[in-house]
Every structure is written in structure tokens, then in C-alpha cells.
């Protein structure tokens, strides 16, 4: 089954949801239904491993030490990332308005995922 994500822009809010749907019938349900801007994302292609079986379940804040701006957030990372390499890789982004150029780990725990 086909599946889009579709981020609709109403004033200063941005909302995210997934439609059942290919690019251009999402594209078509976005023009029929939605108000605001809206920018649809169409999954082209598939990679990375299906049979992962451990990662690292990390949750951490990012902060703009400039305006005092934090956005708290959790993903599952590669095993093998340590907490420098992850900090490395996220500073400087921005994550729902917030610049990171402080990133705090609160947690990090190995996970071992089931097979499907």
C-alpha cells in the first residue's frame, strides 16, 4: 500500500500526517481538502536493513542557547552511534523551529527489537 506524508502550513502551525495514498493522489486529496501551503512527500524507494535486531532507543533536548528554545524528542538509532556521534550529528539542525546548538542526551538504552 502506497503511502504520503503531507505537512499542511495554516499560519504560524505546520501539521504532519500520512495519507493511504500515492504522490499524486495525495496531491489530489491536498488540493480538493486542504487550506494553508501543503508540501506532499511520496516514499520513492525503500533501503537501509529489515532484520535489525539491536538498537539504542535515545531521547534528548535540543536548545537554542540564543532564545532559550527546546524541543524534546526520542528515536531509535544505530547501535554502533555513540552519544558524540549523535550530538555531532545533530548540531546546528533545526527540529520544529528550534536551532540546536545545544543538545542534552537525557537517555540512552540498548533495545532489542522482535522480528516481524
Do not use: Q, W
Not at 1 to 6: A, L, V
Not at 31 to 47: C, F, Q, R
Not at 79 to 103: H, M
Amino acid at each position: 500500500m502506497s503511502k504520503s506524508i503531507i505537512k499542511n502550513t495554516l499560519g504560524s502551525r505546520t501539521f504532519t500526517f500520512a495519507v493511504p495514498a500515492a504522490g499524486a493522489e495525495a496531491l489530489a486529496f491536498a488540493n480538493a481538502h486542504l487550506d494553508g501551503s501543503y508540501v506532499v512527500y511520496e516514499v520513492v524507494s525503500k533501503v537501509g536493513n529489515e532484520t535489525v535486531a539491536n538498537c539504542n532507543k535515545v531521547t534528548l533536548t535540543l536548545k537554542n542557547s540564543t532564545t532559550g528554545d527546546k524541543y524534546t524528542f526520542s528515536f531509535y538509532a544505530k547501535s554502533t552511534l555513540g552519544e558524540d556521534e549523535i550530538r555531532a550529528g545533530l548540531i546546528g539542525i533545526t527540529v520544529n523551529g528550534v536551532k540546536a546548538d545545544e543538545i542534552y542526551i537525557i537517555g540512552m538504552e540498548s533495545v532489542a527489537i522482535a522480528g516481524a
